[in-house]
């Protein structure tokens, strides 16, 4: 079993739906955790940082984390066509441990117009 | 105009033989990595760097080699010993106390 799982989709949602992407864990020592964009063939850039359990808004995303559930999830409101892209969930148990992240497989989003 | 620099964006190699991989960064990050990444997989660490002159090996360094001789350069070499090199390759950079990374537009390699 990976530590880490995500759903590789794809995930196909029609112009203003609300998505949800989620990233289940085993280690109950990860306490910061973070969702990463990567469009095809590019480098992920970093979305949402957040730190132990609750919510977190920026804009249109909010992502979400219920350490009792090992249960990760971003959400995308009014979702665009510019928001078709893979999305990598990453998660360390140290914040001081850029060596020690470890990533999901990764969800393929296309929003259809 | 901050960032990373990865070159090539695409590269071939033929069985027995090295190819190296630049990474460049104008961020003024301590910290350098270089990740695998393979479909459907999450990213691989491979090799990491938090001080010049000094590296330490990730998850998956065998058939790989690294140098730190610039902050600002953090090359990587596939050798000939890695047998399966076939991958798409991201280099990233970040301050030595943080875990959000800043990475580069990737280095696909494949084999001929």
Redesign the interface.
Known sequence: QKEVEQDPGPLSVPEGAIVSLNCTYSNSAFQYFMWYRQYSRKGPELLMYTYSSGNKEDGRFTAQVDKSSKYISLFIRDSQPSDSATYLCAMSANNNAGNMLTFGGGTRLMVKP | DGG?T?SPKYLFRKEGQNVTLSCEQNLNHD?M?WYRQDP????R?IY?SQIVNDF?K?DIAEGYSVSREKKESFPLTVTSAQKNPTA?Y?C?S?V???????????T?LSVL
């Open positions: 990373i990865q910290a990595y459907g997989q999450g990213l660490l990491y330490q990730g798409f991201l990233a970040g030595i106390d943080s875990s959000k990374l800043f990475f580069g537009s990737g696909q």
